[in-house]
């Protein structure tokens, strides 16, 4: 009988989204097949420290966040590239630790979605689930991801990059261009954290000294009314798009708040309520920008529809795990249950790392004619 495939559930992270990772990866060791996969439980710290935790120790009361102290555990780990053998090495009481064959990684935010994780696994030759690490910048960051999108001809929200260290942006000037109210977000952020809705100038400053907390680029971006639907692409060279589903905030924007405090923040609606024309055009720029970005394995697209116009948000190139997120519940709805899903995207990172370690590293001469 063959083994187990050891699979490395990495979370947590030096992210104002730690604890949205912590609810994630709880749901993602529970959907694993046992009889197929054997779960290694990989802990960041807010410090940055990795850790080998048992899941006694950190994750059954993942639900509430305040319980967690991965700090607490003195078992630290590393990571070193191209040891086969010995891809994990443990310090102090840590023992021995067999070989990693891929790595689900589910982090939020920087350090973790965006492309530094990615690239560290990519250095150490573990295969892991997800965009590479182009990609993962790119989704990461809503400047570039924007930037992308637009040139390729797909419909984003009007936007102004600010940066902190810069003077403060006349809010007239602003409404003049964008309208108000007025979306205020760090850059480089996600499930919200940061982001503000602003109608006059002193609410603009205090946004902005908010979101300058989290990152050092900001989004100032038009308001646009209409209703919020998401769509989960899943794939690698040939992505397949779910069923849309709808986000109805019950407070005044899809707030941090409404996605993971308050158990009735928002009705999550799957599939919406479309027609039929209307999904497939969401499921092709779904699709379409997922390719732009260069995604693999997994994103979650999220638009705006204002009549029949939709416009791109964001893509989440590691959206939420957790039991009332979209990404799984689109694909649920789909037909693809959550340990299926799992299941696929596990394989998605073994294909690709087959695949890229075909690639020569050495130069060649061509063949002649």
Not at 45 to 69: E, M, V
Not at 283 to 294: D, H, K, T, W
Request: glycine residues 8%.
């Amino acid at each position: 009988m063959s083994r187990k495939v050891r699979v490395g559930i990495l979370f947590g992270g030096k992210s104002a989204e730690h604890e949205v990772s912590l609810q994630s990866a709880k749901n993602v060791l529970d959907a694993l097949d046992r009889s197929k996969y054997e779960a290694v439980l990989i802990g960041i710290d807010k410090r940055g420290k990795w850790h080998l935790n048992q899941a006694s120790q950190f994750l059954l009361d993942a639900h509430d966040p305040r319980r967690i102290r991965l700090d607490s555990e003195p078992n630290t780990v590393t990571l070193v590239p191209w040891q086969n053998e010995r891809q994990l090495v443990g310090f102090g009481e840590t023992p021995a630790l067999q070989p990693l064959d891929v790595v689900f990684p589910v982090l939020h935010g920087p350090l973790g979605e965006d492309g530094t994780v990615q690239g560290l696994l990519k250095l150490a030759g573990i295969p892991f689930v997800g965009s590479g690490v182009l990609a993962s910048a790119a989704g990461m960051d809503k400047d570039v991801s924007k930037r992308l999108l637009r040139d390729a001809g797909l419909p984003i929200a009007r936007f102004q990059v600010w940066h902190c260290w810069q003077p403060a942006p006349d809010f007239e000037r602003l409404t003049d261009w964008l309208g108000s109210p007025l979306f205020v977000k760090p850059a480089n952020l996600g499930s919200s954290v940061g982001v503000h809705r602003v109608g006059s100038p002193r609410e603009l400053r205090n946004a902005l000294k908010d979101a300058c907390s989290y990152d050092q680029k900001i989004i100032i971006e038009e308001s646009v009314s209409g209703r919020e639907i998401e769509c989960s692409v899943l794939g690698n060279r040939e992505p397949e798009a779910s069923v849309p589903g709808e986000v109805v905030p019950r407070h005044d924007f899809y707030s941090y708040e409404a996605k993971y405090i308050d158990d009735n923040g928002a009705d999550l609606i799957v599939p919406a309520d479309l027609p039929d024309e209307l999904t497939r055009r969401v499921q092709e720029l779904a699709i379409r920008s997922f390719q732009v970005l260069g995604c693999e394995g997994m994103a979650r697209v999220d638009f705006f529809l204002s009549g029949e116009h939709l416009v791109i948000n964001e893509l989440n190139t590691i959206p939420g795990f957790t039991k009332i997120s979209m990404y799984p519940r689109l694909w649920e709805a789909s037909g693809v249950p959550y340990s299926e899903l799992v299941d696929r995207l596990i394989e998605l990172a073994l294909e690709r790392h087959r695949r890229e370690e075909k690639l020569e590293s050495s130069y060649r001469p061509s063949p002649g004619p």
